[in-house]
């Protein structure tokens, strides 16, 4: 009886240490991760652990890099205009609206060359169409027009500043709105969104604001 209780107690000891002789289950890996690709072609899927060997390449297109070109130079007139408003405007709410139309568009051709600088480092944000280029874009003023803001003061400077503003506003929206149809990348279609946004709001005040 004895030699049976033995016999089964050491086949219990036997079997308890195979179980814990077992490996341990390894960690759960992490979770997968999906990687885009281009247009049309179907996301990649990998574990998460091996996302390092795939770095997410969004796409970005011809009208992506083409919009950003295009409106930083086209921003940048606008602080050309916005310059000159200190010492020529008249009115308080000009002179407001310029400012917060000079701190916006700094600030978005930052980010505009910042983008170029990632997608596009070797664009040249001056470089379409050489300066003709600039000037047939939608709602740039010519040299002749940015001459006469520049010798306008009081209320005519005010006038004047308004229309132009104004036509230079309708240029970007033209410019954001033919984009946005075409462009693939996030960034560059947010920022042209916001300055539809932005500027169909500027374009209210300033016409609400003419002399």
């Known amino acids: 009886m004895r030699g049976s209780l033995r016999v089964c107690l050491a086949a219990i000891l036997i079997l308890g240490a195979g179980c814990t002789a077992e490996p341990e289950p390894s960690e759960q890996g992490s979770p ?12 990649d899927v990998i574990p998460g652990d091996r996302a390092a060997e795939h770095p997410r390449e969004v796409p970005v297109s011809d009208a992506d890099i083409d919009y950003m070109r ?4 086209h921003h940048e007139q606008a602080l050309v205009m916005t310059d000159l408003v200190a ?3 008249e009115s308080e709410r000009v002179k407001t609206i310029a400012e917060r139309i000079a701190v916006a568009q700094e600030g978005e051709i930052e980010m505009m060359r910042s983008w170029l600088a990632e997608y596009a480092p070797d664009a040249d944000a001056h470089d379409h ?3 003709a280029g600039h000037v047939d874009m939608p709602g740039m003023a010519t040299a002749e ?3 006469e803001l520049r010798t306008a003061t009081g209320e005519e400077f005010d006038r004047l ?3 132009l503003m104004i036509t230079h506003h309708e240029g970007a929206l033209t410019m954001a ?3 946005l149809p075409k462009g693939i990348e996030p960034r560059a279609l947010e920022m042209a ?4 946004t932005t500027q169909t709001a500027e374009i209210e005040h300033l016409r609400d604001m003419m002399p």
Request: glycine letters at 12%.
């Open 87 to 89: 010492d020529r405007a």
């Open 177 to 179: 709105e033919d984009y």
């Open 145 to 147: 027009q940015l001459d």
């Open 161 to 163: 500043f308004c229309e």
């Open 193 to 196: 969104q916001e300055v539809v």
């Open 70 to 73: 295009m409106m930083i130079p």
């Open 129 to 131: 169409g050489g300066h």
């Open 32 to 43: 997968d991760v999906i990687v885009p690709r281009g247009p049309g072609e179907a996301a």
